[in-house]
């Protein structure tokens, strides 16, 4: 049943407004150790700035980034994409690389297993994480708020927020996704569902919202301490005041040597690193007025928000070439013949500096099993990846639109090992700036989350980088 935002505020005692945030990066920062974020897509950058993003975790790169002291980097899996056994391979090989990483160069690190705020993702990998001799023992919280998105947790169920009104998740078009669907909003109940059962509901701790707003943040760290060995805790959060104090907390409890591995969305991280919030990126900030080509716009995304942005940006697209992918063509036999000829007429029109706006037909195709249908969308995804690669004028920006796109357009499209993140253009949609390395250096490379923005943020992205 949805409620009213505005209803179950007036319930709640004042939240603390204490500058927590900076309390954090101080403890953060003395703690002297490295957070590693484990996203398993592309768009769990989108809270943070100046932040190295890696395609590749073996031995080496880690090794590298733990000798340099990175504060933070963000390892990105796509592991959202890929079956459960080959998400499961990879989170098993990233936390031995770690162990190893760490035993060399004595440097401490946190793990923090991004996913997304609408549940979907194989939550089995943060149990593949705990199955490590060294994390056994460690407490688990869970937090998939992401306040920028309207995601937040009250009484234990998570929410998105939609015109002021809060509607549990579980009645929203998220929990059919037909790879990862769910059946409770209840995160106590959803951890028991995910883990078959192992975990039961009663065995799941939370932090209500209570609590955190009146207790001291040291009673709070002490709560957080006494938690028993192995255990899940859900933490309840209406916005950044709730999250940046529950930060503080573990940062302490942490201190004191408690270990705590975390399952959150984008906007823990933060949070828990004492990020200061940073204005939205203007197109005057970054975009090159040398660059006389056009954007190049693909999107792959097929969730309904996604749509709706395509729809709108179609009904009034104006001084925009659109084209459109067959999939059922690119399924076939002569998806090369097709595929060459649409990155001809990309790359013409691009090179007259017009913005092309490319999108995969909007019927869903499926296979037989989950495992059948991930192949399917990998084959779309190799499709857009073709099209990157061919692509020989060089685009004023490329936007990619969904997880699963952005990330195979990074790495596969423009050879992308390693970048940072600018910022922000929109609430919860980051820019990055490719490295040397890449197809084409220093290139903007925007990523916009399938289940992010109104129906009119993409249209307003175009116009404001045209």
Not at 101 to 109: D, L, N, P, Y
Not at 325 to 330: A, P, S
Not at 410 to 434: C, D, F, H, Y
Request: proline residues 3%.
């Amino acid at each position: 049943m949805n409620i009213s935002l505005k209803d179950i505020s007036k319930q709640l005692p004042k939240e603390d407004t204490s500058n927590y945030r900076s309390l954090n990066k101080q403890l953060f920062d003395t703690s002297k150790r490295t957070c590693v974020v484990i996203d398993d897509d592309p768009t769990g950058n989108q809270t943070v700035y100046d932040i190295p993003l890696l395609t590749e975790w073996d031995l080496e790169t880690l090794i590298i980034e733990f000798k340099k002291e990175t504060p933070t980097f963000f390892l990105l899996t796509n592991s959202r994409s890929l079956s459960q056994e080959k998400s499961s391979d990879i989170y098993d090989e990233i936390t031995k690389n770690l162990l190893k990483a760490s035993e060399v160069t004595h440097r401490k690190f946190t793990i923090i297993s991004r996913s997304d705020s609408t549940l979907r993702g194989h939550f089995s990998e943060i149990e593949i994480i705990k199955q490590s001799e060294y994390f056994k023992n460690a407490i688990t919280f869970f937090i998939p708020v992401m306040f920028e998105g309207g995601r937040v947790t009250i009484n234990d169920i998570h929410y998105i927020s939609e015109s002021e009104q809060l509607i549990p998740v579980n009645k929203t078009p998220f929990s059919q996704d037909h790879t990862f669907a769910y059946n409770h909003a209840n995160l106590k109940s959803y951890i028991e569902e995910k883990t078959n059962g192992r975990i039961k509901n009663n065995d799941v701790v939370s932090l209500d919202i209570e609590s955190i707003r009146l207790l001291d943040v040291n009673i709070l760290s002490s709560k957080i301490s006494a938690i028993e060995s192995g255990k899940y805790c859900i933490v309840n959060a209406l916005n950044y005041n709730d999250l940046d104090k529950v930060a503080l907390a573990l940062l302490l409890a942490e201190n004191s040597k408690k270990q705590i591995l975390y399952r959150t969305s984008s906007s823990f991280v933060p949070s828990y690193i004492g990020l200061t919030p940073k204005p939205l990126l203007s197109a005057e900030a970054i975009i090159d007025n040398n660059i006389n080509t056009g954007g190049l716009i693909i999107i792959g995304s097929y969730v309904q928000k996604s749509s709706a942005q395509l729809k709108y940006v179609l009904d009034n697209a104006n001084q925009i070439e659109v084209i459109e992918i067959n999939v059922e063509t690119i399924l076939s036999n002569t998806s090369n013949t097709y595929l060459e000829s649409l990155i001809s007429k990309i790359d013409k029109t691009i090179k007259t500096g017009k913005d092309v706006v490319v999108y995969t037909s909007r019927k869903i195709i499926t296979g037989k099993d989950t495992n059948t249908t991930i192949n399917i969308a990998s084959k779309v995804s190799q499709a857009l990846v073709h099209i990157v690669n061919g692509i020989t004028v060089r685009p004023k920006y490329l936007l990619a639109k969904g997880g699963i796109t952005s990330h195979d357009l990074a790495t596969k499209g423009l050879n992308m090992k390693r970048s940072k993140v600018l910022g922000q253009i929109l609430p919860g949609i980051p820019i990055w700036e490719m490295a040397e390395e890449t197809k084409f250096p220093k290139l903007l490379y925007i990523v916009f989350p399938g289940n992010v923005g109104d129906e009119k943020s993409l249209s307003k992205i175009i116009q404001t980088l045209s």
